[in-house]
């Protein structure tokens, strides 16, 4: 099992930058791949990024490349989303999500094993 606890979501104006964290617990976190989703109100959960488990090898949606950032740190068993250039748009309830892969990451929302509670970011002047 694997648990992940989000942090970082608050209010923040348009132009803005914002940290979100994932501490994740339980199992080894050097094995897990790591992801990124979010869910607007009255839409579907969206891919933003992924990370695999070595840190090589990352992807973004097309709608935040050029402004987001995935990292994850192994020794604190945290993976990190540095989102910059905020607007109203990417006001949603961010989901880091992880899934035991031993290479490559993963992009869509049925390839991942656990998900963290979520944590809301709103963008707004």
């Known amino acids: 099992q694997v648990q992940l606890v989000e942090s970082g979501g608050r209010l923040v104006q348009p132009g803005g930058s914002l940290r979100l964290s994932c501490a994740a617990s339980?199992?080894?976190?050097?094995?897990?791949?790591m992801g990124w989703f979010r869910q607007a109100p009255g839409k579907e959960r969206e891919f933003v990024t992924a990370i695999s488990w070595s840190g090589y090898s990352t992807r973004l949606a097309d709608s935040v490349k050029g402004r987001f950032t995935i990292s994850r740190d192994t020794g604190k068993n945290t993976v990190y989303l540095q989102m910059n250039s905020l607007t109203p748009e990417d006001t949603a309830v961010y989901y880091c999500?992880?899934?035991?892969?031993?290479?490559?990451?993963?992009?869509?929302?049925?390839?991942?094993?656990?998900w963290g509670q979520g944590t809301q970011v709103t963008v707004s002047s």
């Open positions: 339980g199992r080894t976190f050097s094995r897990l791949a």
């Open positions: 999500a992880a899934v035991p892969r031993p290479s490559g990451y993963a992009d869509s929302i049925g390839e991942y094993t656990y």
